[in-house]
């Protein structure tokens, strides 16, 4: 059972626009929330976290959203440049420590 | 800081073979310490994470071990490799107590042949 989606492979957006990456999850109990990026052949960098009691976060460029009742948040990126091209993982996690990740979304911005 | 790093960075391994992947994490006490895999293709799957010395838990049956003999040293380790063993291995670590942002190392890939 997948208790985080990211339910796109892929996205490809326009430099300069906005980048939206959406990520749904399941478990009720989750209350921490992260977003990765990822090189091939490297490890992922941490972007940005929200907790479950916050409904935004912004930091530079990169805004997370969380929707609870939805079980929903979005990684908004703007604008888009050229070396956000990249894998992007969702992440949460509840109480015990473990923390789960989506399957990924890989983000193509286009000249 | 921290820091964390891992090794050996690739390997390639005949089917049948033993592995061992060794992870350290400098400038921090008791962190959870976390192994995952990235398969060709799939997302990053948990395989073990450790809040502690000689606690491991196992997230997925496989015929991957995960010991912590030290503090802050995570080893991932086969007895007999299978092709499906490939991928690319990725330990992490954070602050204990849940809510805490994860760092990963270097990542290594292991190619079973």
């Known amino acids: 059972d997948q208790q985080v989606k990211q339910n796109s492979p892929s996205l490809s957006v326009q430099e300069g626009r906005i980048s939206i990456l959406n990520c749904d999850y399941t478990?009720?109990?989750?209350?921490?929330f992260l977003w990765y990026k990822k090189y091939p052949a490297e490890g992922p960098t941490f972007l940005i976290s929200i907790s479950s009691i916050k409904d935004k976060n912004e930091d530079g460029r990169f805004t997370v959203f969380l929707n609870k009742s939805a079980k929903h948040l979005s990684l908004h990126i703007v604008p888009s440049q050229p070396g956000d091209s990249a894998v992007y993982f969702c992440a949460a996690s509840a109480r015990d420590d473990k923390i789960i990740f989506g399957k990924g979304t890989r983000l193509h911005i286009l000249p | 800081s921290q820091t964390i790093h891992q090794w050996p960075a690739t390997l390639v391994q005949p089917v049948g073979s033993p592995l061992s992947l060794e992870c350290t994490v400098e400038?921090?006490?008791?962190?959870?310490l976390y192994w995952y895999r990235q398969a060709a293709g799939r997302g990053l799957q948990l395989l073990f994470y450790?809040?502690?010395?000689?606690?491991i838990s196992s997230e997925v049956p496989q015929n991957l071990s995960a010991s912590r003999p030290q503090d802050r040293q995570f080893i991932l380790s086969s007895k007999k490799l299978l092709l499906s063993d490939s991928g690319f291995y990725l330990c992490?670590?954070?602050?204990?107590?849940?809510?805490?942002?994860?760092?990963f190392g270097e990542g290594s890939w292991l190619t079973v042949v």
């Open positions: 400038g921090t006490s008791n962190p959870n």
């Open positions: 992490a670590w954070s602050v204990g107590g849940g809510g805490n942002t994860i760092y």
């Open positions: 478990n009720s109990m989750f209350d921490y």
């Open positions: 450790s809040v502690g010395i000689g606690q």
